[in-house]
């Protein structure tokens, strides 16, 4: 895996890159789709590649689960199995594991958990972790670490970061093979000695790309990008910076503005599936009355293939309706606004108005909205 | 609406046919994919179209209750509404008025029933359904009738065979737009002289076409192509003859055979969400664990999206996962094995081997395989 700066703003962190992948290129600052259990939900690898996604994030917990890594190996890889030819990054599973199962008991060796599928027990250890995401293909691998509950409290952060460091360690060592970035993840809580400790030790160790870990759990807008301006610039210039499950719009053009390369987030899809559709001028909930009869598309302007062909009217039909295709239809549409926006993102920095694509996007929204 | 049988089987009663309408050919013997409420569940009109249906049917039920008939009309049409811009055929609505709606009430004048969405009263006249469907714009409009119910006694049943009779009449005089085709409904139930009845009444009023209703209700298989027999020698040969919600691939051969031009069932999208999958050697479970790492696709050979791109392996994962991915992968593959099926019969008419193809049809398919 290799990364370039391209270009750094002057005003702003704000920097255009590009990643290199074995499955292909990345350019930064990217937002990457999530595709849990080798699936965007509802959409094909095309539609997410004609969107302007460049890069998908599968999900380490699911996969392992189901339908298991050694099968997605024997089936050639999550690339052939799932048909994205693109690059992949795997999360570390740290954040499924305290989020969504059950019995888990955290040691120093690893996270006891039980699957919530089928109540088996499982562990994961940061070694574990490595040859489940080098197993099924990934072009990068995260290490594992505990995302921190919020709020908790200094002590626990303490313990729970040096865990994180060690794990991340291990991982390292752990790496197999050299076809895949190894990135580790940068946790601290919401202390800025912590987050400058973490991010200090893990810079000594060396990896090829920094997540920041643990935001977007609870916190107010404004501690997040803190600790994006505390974190951010103890971190290597020449390595990608990633921030991980943000965000909405506005937090990922903030995390741009303060120097992060990479995002991922739930949000285009799950809000489509909820009928929650994105437009330059703020959100629109499909359901409500007012669109009833409304001819025009979601988003006038908007090239996807919702806006091209239907109106909001059909499309709160087939929602109203319960419509599989309606799911669909919504998701195509947040993904291309995600990487529409991604485009204007790369194409302000590269031509040196950042400050003024940022200003701009907030005038443009109707007011109050938080999208 | 034009129809002109092209060629007639000299063994058997089948025959190549074509049928013109205001949006376009239908090659008969043709398939029609359900479009419900305004979508063929799970899948786009570019999908559908490329699995070679050339015309859907919509539910005037459903479309009557959810959006209404004049919320079409004002945005356009069902075509413009919907993206699908091929002929459409709106049923008249009464098979679901008889299977989906509560507390009905059968009057000469029409049928009173309670919406199954918000428990409203409506009343279906024979003239407002042709109302409702000239409203929405359907190229081929059928008459109100009551699916007789199975079993039924005689008297039941020619009691409702001459309402429907009635309701035929009446629609034929409620036509305002000569821009469609109207269809009405043999009923008679199992009754074979009260199936001549009903054609023979049908045929001296004189429709653009007969759908042959109150078939696949329960009854065997056997007693459904008996009613076929003795039914479509009755009807003028040079109209369409249409063979409502039928079937499974074997009773639109036996159809074919039988002299049917025009088929629709939700086979191919319902058996498709629950993973049920159509091939020529019979049909596939696809949660089943044999094909958990079954690298083939669905059927080889296929030419459908989903077999061009996906193994069995990640269509069973999908499954088990609940990705709504794979209610569209499956349903673009069964789609796509009903328009071969359709393209082949057709093939095989216009050849004079279509007794042949009949004959191969069951010989491959696995032992026993009722699919």
Redesign the interface.
């Given at each position: 895996m290799k990364f370039n700066v391209l270009k750094e703003d002057s005003l702003t962190s704000a920097r255009l890159g590009r990643l290199a992948t074995t499955h292909g290129i990345v350019d930064t600052p990217a937002f990457m789709p999530v595709g849990t259990?080798?699936?965007v939900?509802?959409?094909?690898p095309e539609e997410v590649r004609h969107s302007g996604a460049q890069i998908i994030l599968g999900n380490t917990f699911?996969l392992y689960l189901?339908?298991g890594s050694k099968?997605i190996a024997?089936?050639?890889g999550l690339h052939k199995?799932?048909?994205w030819d693109g690059p992949i990054l795997t999360d570390s599973g740290g954040y499924q594991v305290f989020s969504l199962a059950k019995l888990r008991k955290i040691t120093g060796n690893g996270v006891i958990f039980q699957s919530p599928i089928d109540g088996s027990e499982h562990i994961f250890t940061p070694e574990m972790v490595i040859e489940i995401q080098e197993t099924i293909g990934s072009d990068i691998i995260v290490c594992l670490d505990e995302c921190i509950p919020f709020p908790a409290t200094y002590e626990y952060t303490k313990e729970s970061t040096d865990m994180t460091l060690q794990w991340a360690e291990r991982s390292k060592k752990a790496i197999k093979r050299y076809d895949s970035g190894l990135f580790c993840v940068v946790q601290g809580g919401f202390f800025k000695d912590l987050r400058e400790y973490c991010a200090n030790e893990l810079v000594n160790t060396g990896f090829d790309g920094y997540a920041i870990g643990g935001l977007s759990v609870g916190e107010s807008k404004d501690m997040m990008y803190s600790v994006l301006d505390q974190t951010v610039p103890m971190l290597p210039a020449d390595r990608p910076r990633y921030l991980m499950g943000v965000g909405l719009p506005e937090n990922i053009i903030e995390g741009v503005i303060r120097g992060i390369d990479m995002f991922d987030c739930v949000v285009p899809t799950r809000h489509g599936r909820r009928g929650y559709l994105f437009t330059q001028s703020g959100h629109i909930i499909i359901k409500n009355a007012g669109y009833?009869?409304d001819?025009s598309p979601v988003e006038d302007g908007c090239d996807c293939?919702t806006c091209s062909?239907?109106?909001r009217?059909?499309l709160r039909?087939?929602f109203?309706?319960g419509?599989?295709?309606?799911?669909?239809l919504n998701t195509i549409h947040n993904l291309h606004y995600f990487g529409r926006l991604m485009n204007a993102i790369r194409g302000a920095i590269e031509e040196g108005r950042i400050s003024q694509f940022r200003e701009r996007f907030y005038s443009i929204r109707k007011e109050g909205d938080r999208c």
């Amino acid at each position: 895996m290799k990364f370039n700066v391209l270009k750094e703003d002057s005003l702003t962190s704000a920097r255009l890159g590009r990643l290199a992948t074995t499955h292909g290129i990345v350019d930064t600052p990217a937002f990457m789709p999530v595709g849990t259990s080798g699936s965007v939900k509802g959409v094909t690898p095309e539609e997410v590649r004609h969107s302007g996604a460049q890069i998908i994030l599968g999900n380490t917990f699911h996969l392992y689960l189901r339908p298991g890594s050694k099968l997605i190996a024997s089936l050639g890889g999550l690339h052939k199995f799932t048909g994205w030819d693109g690059p992949i990054l795997t999360d570390s599973g740290g954040y499924q594991v305290f989020s969504l199962a059950k019995l888990r008991k955290i040691t120093g060796n690893g996270v006891i958990f039980q699957s919530p599928i089928d109540g088996s027990e499982h562990i994961f250890t940061p070694e574990m972790v490595i040859e489940i995401q080098e197993t099924i293909g990934s072009d990068i691998i995260v290490c594992l670490d505990e995302c921190i509950p919020f709020p908790a409290t200094y002590e626990y952060t303490k313990e729970s970061t040096d865990m994180t460091l060690q794990w991340a360690e291990r991982s390292k060592k752990a790496i197999k093979r050299y076809d895949s970035g190894l990135f580790c993840v940068v946790q601290g809580g919401f202390f800025k000695d912590l987050r400058e400790y973490c991010a200090n030790e893990l810079v000594n160790t060396g990896f090829d790309g920094y997540a920041i870990g643990g935001l977007s759990v609870g916190e107010s807008k404004d501690m997040m990008y803190s600790v994006l301006d505390q974190t951010v610039p103890m971190l290597p210039a020449d390595r990608p910076r990633y921030l991980m499950g943000v965000g909405l719009p506005e937090n990922i053009i903030e995390g741009v503005i303060r120097g992060i390369d990479m995002f991922d987030c739930v949000v285009p899809t799950r809000h489509g599936r909820r009928g929650y559709l994105f437009t330059q001028s703020g959100h629109i909930i499909i359901k409500n009355a007012g669109y009833k009869d409304d001819e025009s598309p979601v988003e006038d302007g908007c090239d996807c293939y919702t806006c091209s062909k239907y109106s909001r009217a059909y499309l709160r039909h087939l929602f109203m309706s319960g419509e599989i295709l309606g799911l669909r239809l919504n998701t195509i549409h947040n993904l291309h606004y995600f990487g529409r926006l991604m485009n204007a993102i790369r194409g302000a920095i590269e031509e040196g108005r950042i400050s003024q694509f940022r200003e701009r996007f907030y005038s443009i929204r109707k007011e109050g909205d938080r999208c």
